[in-house]
């Protein structure tokens, strides 16, 4: 057994974890909101005005703070105004980036307000820049926000909505880079400032505006664009970074039947995400050196190809203990810039991508992926404090990483939370912990299995977090045991 070394200094307050970093995103996209969230009224499946409840009841479990929608690429060829009213009567489209599927926008503004009430969670809403209108994104804030005298409220109004909506996350586009508008930096700045002039804060409701950032490492991007961007009019800029283990978006590897070799690279490509936060950060300081503007992740997580059989165009696929320790190691890493990281939203939250959810038909399973956001979900607006774990980068068949990662901070009752990541699928680490404080008693839960370990819907617990006694604590010493390949927290108390 290896033991490293990890010291933490409560004193050392280093900043407040936004609970947005725990988000979480949802797109008009294959099963994610049609049968994974909302079956409709008349469905068999138990529902509340048509919103799955063990789907709802699960992500209330998880303490979700934060769910974008409609997109994603849908965002920028939604038109809002076809999803409100009565139902028979809404307009279909095509949903062009999804499998072309028929889009009857059942599932609207306000279904998805009303899927926010239920789950106790802010709304994130990603404004048509690619294909709207400066009106229409201006008509849907005072839709929803507005309560003065005006054509939109009393439409809203019409539709069975008396009282305004609190609306606080707004993002101006999704991927203008790419999907959504193929639009230059210096153009798409433009298009920002412009749209989000007429995004107004009606009644006390106080938008906070995300413009587009970069896709990945791509700095020309943060570098045309900030120089546009202010404080008063921004209060963040996105990023976008997916996890595909070969580094090949033809060929991505399957996400349940993978080789060690696959295993490692996957944990190399997801810690790309550390130094590319840093270069992206240390351009925006050239133009905004009191650091007003935040980042926001907002769409992460591994990207695998199709599970087989199903629609290309669905991105279904299956969750492992691999996606936990992703997970895991991302949200550590979140936690530790929490200074400048405001909000982040794994991809996505039901059936697509790295879920935390799977339905099938009534059947619903929590991923491994679930069991880490439920473990961690004590940091939410808690204190950062300061850690720092004697790591080597280890090198697995020539693929190098950092095997264990860790973060800490302050619960409002004073305790210290300590969340840890032994990526290492053969070796079991000590990790002896010295603290500037003591502790007379702890609470323990552990994650762990195989790599590939994962849960199915005739198994649905194979994999799931439990109670670990593998901690020692004597006072200002905690000896923690990381089995292979597992996530740990550890809670301490005075
Ligand atoms: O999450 C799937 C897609 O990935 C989103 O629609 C898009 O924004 C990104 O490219």
């Avoid at 009019?233 to 039947?257: E, M, R």
């Avoid at 800490?408 to 004073?414: K, Q, T």
């Avoid at 006072?475 to 923690?480: E, L, N, T, V």
Wanted: hydrophobic residues 35%; aromatic residues 10%.
């Amino acid at each position: 057994m290896i033991t490293k070394k990890l010291h933490i200094k409560t004193a050392s307050r280093l900043a407040h974890i936004n609970k947005e970093i725990y988000g979480h995103f949802s797109e008009h996209l294959g099963r994610c909101i049609y049968n994974g969230i909302y079956v409709g009224e008349d469905s068999e499946i138990p529902n509340t005005n048509g919103m799955r409840n063990d789907v709802v009841s699960a992500l209330k479990e998880m303490a979700i703070p934060v769910l974008r929608w409609p997109g994603g690429c849908f965002a920028d060829e939604y038109h809002w105004m076809n999803g409100i009213g009565p139902k028979d009567k809404r307009v279909k489209m095509i949903n062009t980036n999804w499998g072309g599927v028929t889009e009857d926008n059942s599932f609207g503004t306000h279904e998805f307000m009303e899927l926010c009430d239920q789950i106790g969670c802010e709304p994130y809403l990603s404004g048509n820049v690619g294909s709207g209108t400066v009106r229409e994104l201006s008509e849907w804030i005072e839709y929803i926000t507005s309560d003065n005298v005006s054509p939109m409220t009393d439409l809203r109004k019409q539709n069975g909505r008396e009282k305004p909506w609190h609306l606080k996350y707004l993002g101006i586009g999704n991927e203008s880079w790419g999907c959504g508008g193929l639009m230059t930096p210096e153009y798409y700045a433009c298009q920002y400032r412009q749209y989000q002039q007429f995004c107004k804060n009606y009644n006390g409701n106080k938008l906070y505006k995300i413009a587009v950032g970069p896709n990945g490492n791509d700095t020309n991007w943060t570098e045309k664009l900030m120089p546009y961007m202010q404080p008063s009019f921004t209060d963040a800029i996105s990023l976008h970074f997916y996890t595909v283990p070969t580094g090949n978006w033809d060929d991505k590897g399957n996400a349940t039947n993978f080789s060690e070799e696959q295993y490692h690279m996957t944990i190399r490509e997801t810690q790309k995400i550390g130094p590319m936060i840093e270069e992206h950060l240390a351009i925006m300081d050239k133009t905004d050196p009191e650091h007003k503007i935040g980042l926001a992740i907002d769409e992460w997580g591994c990207w695998y190809n199709v599970e087989e059989g199903t629609n290309p165009g669905f991105l279904f696929q299956q969750n492992t203990m691999r996606d936990a320790v992703v997970a895991a190691i991302n949200l550590n890493l979140f936690n530790r810039r929490a200074d400048r990281i405001v909000m982040a939203n794994i991809a996505q939250v039901v059936n697509v991508l790295q879920s935390v959810i799977l339905t099938e038909g009534a059947k619903m399973l929590r991923t491994p992926t679930y069991y880490v956001f439920k473990m961690f979900k004590k940091h939410h607006d808690s204190t950062l404090v300061e850690s720092t774990l004697e790591n080597t980068i280890l090198a697995h068949d020539g693929i190098s990483y950092e095997d264990v990662s860790v973060s800490a901070s302050i619960l409002e009752c004073g305790d210290l939370f300590i969340t840890l990541c032994n990526a290492n699928p053969d070796e079991t680490y000590t990790i002896d912990t010295a603290i500037d404080e003591s502790y007379s008693c702890f609470e323990a839960s552990i994650l762990t299995g195989e790599m590939g370990a994962h849960n199915t819907f005739d198994e649905p617990d194979t994999v799931k977090d439990c109670s670990y006694g593998g901690v020692a604590l004597i006072g200002s010493h905690a000896s923690i045991t990381l089995p292979p390949c597992s996530i740990v927290t550890v809670q301490l108390k005075r």
